[in-house]
């Protein structure tokens, strides 16, 4: 591979202080993007990093081996590093989020452990978000004809970066509409620098708002976190709200797509599935590595703010979701994703005999009469529903006791996941 500086680029300088920005120009001068908006400006040694190219290494080149042979369990180490070694850049894709960019840019600069760089990817933005961004102290890079939303807008500059990065350098990729909770960044270096994980995410509440839907997205979020806690950290999805990856996980999934041993295009995101976030964790899984989502990594994110909104959103996951295992099959890694679209499909099945059942009773017999399966299959979900929502108080679980209330969230739930199930079968047109 030719040296970084034959190609154009600067490679940041390690002996900075922390905190400092290797990327950003003496004085802070910036100048505007080509093709862009006035307000879209970066610094002038980050403008390599938007220059056309069709992938961060020459297609011939042979795949980086930075990983260890299997361990007993079948996974595979990275090289350890030291926690205080370790150059973190954050990644933030943003569309018009100037609502939003600068609590997240502030969450970063809380950290116990600040990031080393932050960009904030600036992508077919309309309003003020890079102005914003750029007032507070970050670097800012505009895609250039980007069509692929959040997935092209981070490739553009993985593609140019990850050629820089060595094996001490990490990646966190995270919503321009979240904000991290003080300790993420310290604890997701700590799990990362054992070489033992290849990427660590983490688990999420919402932000305030959105009335009743807002609440049930509180409600959701907080019972996905207990799931994940009672698994010691072991999701099965690495979220788009924020991740730390090992630059070395990245370069190794890019090498593995261009060798064919996972699908997509040789980008470290599959700019074809609607679930960019979901079919990477498949490719690092499939590529033998370990994944986590600690206790001690949290934030908060925002709720989707109207019904319409959120059956838009979880349409696209959970058909994007179902998408994603087609594309990989049935392999050991995806039986237990396979396994939870059963159970969802079960789960549909359950709910419309359950529903069917009480109209049966309301409008033949004239009142409920449940038999004893579905009075058992009531006080369960009942239980269910209080005791995994404990950690929102006492309100939310003496709601989620009257049955009525969480049912028809559940039963939004189950008629996006039916909707996603037809389109899917059908191979309907995708819609973000």
């Not at 001068?29 to 290494?57: E, N």
């Not at 990850?162 to 966190?172: F, K, T």
Request: proline fraction near 7%; include cysteine.
């Amino acid at each position: 591979m030719r040296p970084a500086s034959e190609r154009g680029m600067t490679v940041p300088s390690r002996s900075a202080r922390p905190g400092d920005s290797p990327l950003r120009p003496a004085g802070g001068r910036h100048r505007a993007v080509p093709g862009t908006s006035p307000i879209m400006t970066m610094p002038d040694r980050l403008a390599p990093l938007i220059a056309p190219s069709p992938a961060p290494w020459p297609q011939d080149a042979p795949p980086r081996r930075h990983a260890r042979p299997e361990n007993k369990d079948g996974k595979r180490n990275l090289p350890p590093v030291r926690a205080d070694a370790m150059w973190v850049t954050v990644l933030i894709p943003a569309h018009n989020e100037v609502k939003q960019i600068t609590e997240t840019i502030a969450s970063l600069r809380r950290q116990e452990r600040p990031p080393d760089q932050i960009v904030v990817i600036a992508d077919n933005c309309t309003d003020a978000t890079a102005a914003f961004a750029q007032l507070c102290g970050v670097e800012i890079v505009g895609t250039r004809g980007n069509r692929h939303k959040k997935a092209g807008a981070l490739n553009q500059v993985l593609d140019r970066l990850l050629s820089i990065l060595g094996p001490n350098d990490a990646v966190m990729v995270m919503d321009a509409d979240s904000a991290l909770d003080p300790g993420f960044i310290r604890h997701g270096v700590d799990y990362l620098a054992t070489g033992r994980y290849a990427a660590v995410g983490g688990t999420f509440t919402g932000k305030p708002g959105g009335g009743a839907v807002g609440m049930f997205q509180r409600n959701e979020y907080a019972r996905y976190a207990r799931d994940v806690r009672r698994l010691r950290g072991k999701a099965l999805v690495l979220t788009g709200t924020a991740t730390i990856f090992r630059a070395s996980t990245l370069q190794e999934v890019v090498a593995a797509r261009r060798a064919r041993r996972l699908p997509g295009l040789p980008h470290v995101y599959d700019v074809r599935v609607l679930t960019e976030d979901n079919e990477l964790t498949l490719a690092i899984l499939h590529l033998g590595f370990r994944i986590l989502c600690p206790k001690e990594c949290t934030l908060t994110t925002e709720v989707m703010p109207t019904w319409r909104d959120l059956a838009r959103q979880r349409l696209r996951w959970k058909r994007g979701a179902l998408e994603n295992l087609v594309d990989y099959g049935w392999t050991p890694i995806t039986r237990p994703y396979w396994g939870r679209q059963l159970l969802s499909l079960i789960g549909i099945i359950v709910i419309t005999a359950y529903l069917g059942s009480l109209a049966y009773s309301v409008f033949w017999l004239g009142g409920v009469n449940l038999r004893p399966l579905w009075a058992a299959i009531t006080v369960i979900f009942m239980v269910e529903r209080v005791v995994s929502v404990r950690q929102r108080g006492a309100a939310q679980m003496a709601l989620a006791s009257t049955i009525v209330v969480e049912m028809i969230f559940d039963v939004f739930l189950q008629a996006v996941q039916a909707r996603a199930f037809w389109q899917a079968a059908w191979r309907k047109e995708r819609k973000w």
